[in-house]
């Protein structure tokens, strides 16, 4: 089907006011919880829509957008399926072993929801969904035979692992804060369904940015529209973003990122089945299994900020926050992140007042699987900067200096050398 419009995009974003203020670093949040831990090569599955496109009466790229930002869905259970091919080499089971480390570290447990839910950075992954209003929620995911799951039930916040038999346990003292509104929304920032994906996007909507209704689709048995987000600058690696929405409800049923590059997608995350019918109470009922070990999260609390212990937020606030507060006072304090550039070409920019990141034997790190992990992500330049590694995804690219200066962003390698020229 034709596009309803040719470029609907230059101020679209104003439609909901939400929008307003934090595009500059949002437009890092979903590459960022999607690279932050990623160290595998993974497969695709195809796209989640149904065959023929619905018939639907027309909308406007705004239009389409201020029915997502007043989507109600309160009550909805459904599966979703989401991967990621972020085109890392195979690592021979190293990646695996970086991903359960850190699952595993943070607090001693492995069903602590902050970092079990970061596996999703990597693979093909069937996730069970089911909320009712901001006070009830539910996130499984499935592993085969093996099943983990987080459940926020009005203060109470349980994560589960049924392969380890362990349980993790915290009280959230503010409605809505894990298991977020009624889409099932993973804690914190980490994104699980089409409409975290969506959200983010959509607050790097500015005029650097083209927003057009691109047809209708199937999606979940549902009649929806296509939402195409596109940079208009050169020199990204984001190529377009496509979120298909729900005619009828406003909700995003379906994410798809592809790399400016081609190819198979970056991201790709959909319902295969939706039903907003409200779900059972029984739910979201949970009880530690007989023998489980429990770990309470509330006394992993660091006694000065009150955030547990070695937990962290991704995105660019997170980082420059927990980097000011390690840094305070000291007199050599190395600068905290800064973003260069404008639109999909910031770089954010990080002085580490250390060394770059060794490679190769004189550098070694001391264990070979990481070196070895670090070479084949590496590709040494130079410039009037003097010299570095530029570590590649298809998605986000980083630039280590060799004086400790680290550039990254979702732009290209030459995007990197420049802003590092640049800032000599």
Do not use: C
């Amino acid at each position: 089907m034709a596009p309803y419009e040719t470029d609907d995009s230059a101020r679209a974003a104003e439609a909901d006011d939400r929008l307003a203020g934090r595009r500059k670093a949002a437009r890092y949040v979903v590459p960022v919880a999607v690279v932050g831990v990623a160290a595998a090569t993974i497969g695709l599955v195809p796209a989640l829509a149904d065959s023929g496109d619905p018939d639907l009466p027309k909308i406007s790229a705004q239009q389409l957008i201020q029915k997502i930002a007043e989507s109600d869905v309160q009550q909805l259970s459904g599966t979703v399926k989401i991967s990621t091919d972020l085109g890392l080499p195979d690592l021979g089971g190293l990646e695996s072993g970086l991903l359960s480390g850190a699952a595993e570290g943070h607090g001693g447990s492995s069903a602590d929801p902050q970092s079990k839910l970061l596996e999703l950075a990597s693979g093909t992954h069937t996730l069970r969904v089911a909320a009712d209003g901001p006070d009830r929620g539910k996130v499984s995911l499935l592993d085969n035979a093996a099943e983990y799951s987080v459940i926020h039930n009005g203060k109470d916040v349980w994560g589960y692992d049924s392969k380890s038999n362990e349980v993790f346990h915290s009280t959230s003292p503010e409605s809505g804060h894990a298991g977020e509104g009624a889409e099932g929304k993973a804690p914190r920032d980490v994104p699980a369904t089409p409409k975290d994906f969506a959200d983010e996007a959509l607050k790097s909507v500015d005029d650097t940015t083209s927003v057009t209704v691109d047809g209708t689709a199937h999606v979940a048995g549902r009649d929806a529209y296509k939402l195409v987000i596109k940079p208009r600058q050169s020199g990204t690696t984001v190529g377009a973003i496509s979120i298909a929405v729900d005619a009828k409800t406003g909700l995003p049923l379906k994410f798809t990122l592809t790399p400016a590059s081609g190819g198979a997608a970056v991201v790709d995350a959909g319902f295969t089945q939706v039903d907003f019918s409200r779900p059972a109470a029984s739910t979201f009922a949970f009880t530690p299994p007989k023998g489980a070990k429990v770990t309470e999260g509330d006394d992993l609390k660091d006694a000065k900020g009150g955030e547990p212990k070695d937990t962290k937020d991704d995105g660019p606030k997170r980082l420059e926050k927990e980097w000011r507060k390690g840094h305070e006072g000291t007199a050599d304090a190395p600068g905290g992140p800064k973003t260069i550039g404008e639109g999909w070409n910031s770089i954010i920019v990080l002085e580490t007042g250390g060394k770059g990141v060794p490679t190769g034997a004189s550098g070694s790190t001391g264990n070979s699987d990481v070196d070895g992990f670090l070479n084949s992500l590496g590709d040494h330049v130079t410039g009037k900067f003097g010299s570095g590694t530029v570590f590649s995804t298809r998605l986000v690219n980083a630039l280590i200096t060799d004086d400790g200066k680290v550039y990254a962003g979702a732009v290209t390698k030459a995007a990197l050398v420049k802003a590092a020229n640049a800032a000599q």
